[in-house]
């Protein structure tokens, strides 16, 4: 990621919690931009291993959620050879570099932080210090690599802030040292909502099964559930308020097809919503079929997986340990 030409490309970070598979929400609104991002920025998507501790995990699942986050990134199009593609652990610059940053974060900043609220509400018996220190290490996540930008959802604007706050912090007091990232306001992923309540976004977490589409899903749960889709008593397929069941389907057939609303509502003119559902439901089987048949593929070959992410673990070392080098000397560490 030489910055010797005009022509450097812009670092992008992304990454994403081995929390489980991921739903048709995260494929649409997040994972399946990444791989059309690749030829226009360097890009350095990680598996955030680390970030998870903050909630118990069972050691052996996590390591099974991990390689499989890992293989579902390639699976929906990430590739090592154009990205960098690791897992957050493999790269120790990560946990020093959040250690230095949580020194130049105030308390009150991380007491501030809604999602500390929201995860110490959901577990009361494990409110510990890295659940109120990791948005420390998520700045750290972002300024290794000195990203440019970064994707950020409605619920990580204000991590993304704190992580500028405090690298502006950081130049002020040490000199230059991080470049300051800005939000990727590139072209948005839909907004997917949950199949059983249209007004709450779709969650891995959600107990309804009927709620979730799961990516790995097969065409036939995919297209029953669906078909159980929430709409409402009027029977005309357009978007418009009021309509949070049918506005939801009409997205997500809309990123589908790339059909806008006026289309599809004139495809649909006449007919149904059980016609329209199951047109929704089919649209996603096709969609997701390649994916799942790549993951599948991936994890028979476990050899491919682990060469993929140590080589990644090696290119983000790279790239990580030069920022690592450069702070330890502002700080007055010996290398």
Request: hydrophobic share 35%.
């Amino acid at each position: 990621m030489s910055e010797t030409t005009t022509e450097r490309k812009k670092v992008i970070l992304s990454g994403i919690q081995p929390t489980g598979i991921f739903t048709l929400g995260n494929y649409l609104g997040a994972i399946k931009t990444w791989g059309q991002m690749q030829d226009d920025y360097h890009c350095c998507y990680m598996i955030a291993d680390l970030h998870a501790l903050t909630v118990r995990q069972e050691p052996a699942k996590l390591r099974k959620q991990v390689l499989e986050c890992y293989a579902l990134l390639l699976a929906c199009g990430v590739d090592p050879q154009k990205s960098i593609v690791f897992i957050q652990s493999q790269v120790p610059a990560h946990a020093e570099l959040g250690w230095v940053l949580s020194c130049n974060t105030q308390f009150g900043e991380l007491s501030r932080m809604t999602q500390f609220k929201d995860k110490s509400a959901k577990h009361p018996e494990n409110i510990n210090a890295g659940l109120f220190t990791y948005p420390s290490l998520m700045a750290a996540d972002i300024l290794v690599y000195q990203a440019d930008m970064v994707p950020v959802g409605e619920d990580q604007k204000q991590h993304l802030e704190l992580t500028r706050d405090v690298a502006g912090r950081f130049n002020n007091v040490y000199g230059n040292t991080f470049r300051i990232p800005e939000p990727y306001i590139g072209k948005q992923g839909a907004r997917i909502m949950s199949l059983a309540d249209p007004t709450r976004k779709m969650s891995k977490s959600d107990e309804n099964q009927n709620a979730t589409v799961s990516i790995l899903d097969k065409s036939e749960q995919i297209v029953k559930k669906f078909k159980r889709a929430v709409t409402d008593s009027d029977m005309e397929v357009c978007y418009k308020e009021g309509k949070d069941g049918i506005n939801n389907l009409m997205s997500i057939y809309s990123v589908v097809t790339g059909k806008n609303m006026d289309e599809i509502t004139a495809e649909f003119a006449g007919k149904g919503y059980g016609d329209f559902k199951v047109a929704v439901g089919e649209a996603v089987a096709e969609e997701l079929r390649p994916v799942r048949e790549e993951f599948d593929r991936l994890m028979a070959d476990k050899a491919y997986l682990e060469q993929c992410y140590r080589e990644g673990a090696e290119k983000a070392s790279r790239i990580a340990n030069r920022t690592m080098e450069k702070v330890k000397r502002k700080v007055g560490l010996i290398g």
